[in-house]
């Protein structure tokens, strides 16, 4: 729905900010990709519902984009509206119990935890995330997720307990239903200072020693029950370059992209992974990412 006279409207009634045929590219880590017919940066909660309840009455398709750390957009961009939680932002502590808004970022909930004497979410330092992505995608890693430590989620639809998040392995209610997560109350642990910090600088080193440098989205496919890494390495796929994006020598589990690539370089590089790791080991990978567009043919290779 490329129309915006009705984004426009929409922007106007509401007295949210927005942008007409948006660049994604400079909104994702890969920093690849076209634009959105429009982007929407609402700073506060009741914004964020009314849009979403607008837009659905419109009948125009949308997604809400946090930090754009796990997003492949199509070069052809996303013929609908992108709500962007930048502009939602406020953290308050009390006690154990932090809260943060979708738009914080998830090294701006450490630092507040960390300044408060609070821990246990030091496993999540490094993960370049919104705390609404993060908690949408259910992110982790050392075998610790950030559903783990949510107490409540308050999204558009309502508010759900950690138990009725659905929380799974890098997944959630939010994510397969499209329902926005505004805030998030976390249950943290009593920490010392010294202790947080220690651990905060211990798996910054680990993920520096394990990941490369350079634009990516992390980890491109699900960990489930194998490394999809060492597998994708066991096919001898590092190094593997289609266009400007090649797969890391560092950890093959990510897909660098240089300059000047193309998000269909990408695509093409996962989907050639995926031929071949099929071929040769008879697994199925499975994205972490999301695909935000339209893509070529998925049958290709
Ligand atoms: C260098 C690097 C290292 C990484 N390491 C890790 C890691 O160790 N572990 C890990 O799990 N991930 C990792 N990631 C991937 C990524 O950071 C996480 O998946 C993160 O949770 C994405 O957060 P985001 O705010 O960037 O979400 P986005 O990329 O903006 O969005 C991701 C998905 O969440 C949805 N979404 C975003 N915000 C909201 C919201 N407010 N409400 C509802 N849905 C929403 C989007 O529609 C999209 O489908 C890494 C990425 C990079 C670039």
Request: neutral net charge; aromatic residues 10%.
């Amino acid at each position: 729905m490329k129309d915006n006279g009705v984004y426009a409207e929409i922007s106007d009634r509401l007295g949210v900010k927005a942008e007409y045929d948006a660049s994604l590219a400079k909104m994702c880590s890969y920093g690849t990709g076209g634009k959105a017919a429009v982007v929407y940066y609402p700073d506060n909660e009741e914004a964020v519902r009314l849009l979403d309840k607008e837009l659905k009455e419109k009948g125009s398709p949308f997604v809400y984009l946090g930090g754009g750390t796990n997003v492949l957009v199509s070069d052809k961009g996303y013929d609908g509206a992108v709500i962007s939680t930048a502009e939602l932002k406020g953290i308050t502590v009390n006690g154990k119990i932090l809260i943060a808004k979708a738009g914080d970022r998830i090294s701006d909930v450490m630092t507040s935890a960390l300044y408060n004497s609070l821990g246990g979410i030091e496993f999540l330092s490094g993960i370049p995330a919104s705390v609404g992505g993060a908690v949408a995608m259910n992110a982790g890693c050392f075998g610790k997720s950030v559903g783990d430590y949510v107490s409540y989620v308050v999204a558009v639809s309502g508010i759900y307990t950690a138990s009725e998040c659905r929380f799974g392995y890098r997944t959630s209610r939010f994510l397969t239903e499209n329902d926005g997560v505004l805030s998030v109350c976390f249950n943290l642990d009593i920490a010392e200072y010294e202790q947080s910090e220690n651990k905060i600088t211990y798996f910054n080193a680990m993920r520096r020693s394990k990941q490369p440098m350079g634009k990516s989205a992390g980890s491109v496919f699900k960990n489930d029950g194998y490394f999809a890494g060492k597998i994708i390495d066991g096919c001898d796929l590092k190094g593997l370059s289609e266009g400007n994006a090649f797969v890391s020598e560092k950890h093959a589990n990510f897909i660098i992209a240089k300059n000047g690539a193309k998000s269909e370089d990408i695509r093409r590089l996962i989907q050639k992974i995926k031929a071949t790791v099929k071929e040769k080991r008879n697994v199925e990978l499975v994205e972490e990412i999301r695909y935000l567009g339209e893509f070529e043919n998925e049958d290709q290779f």
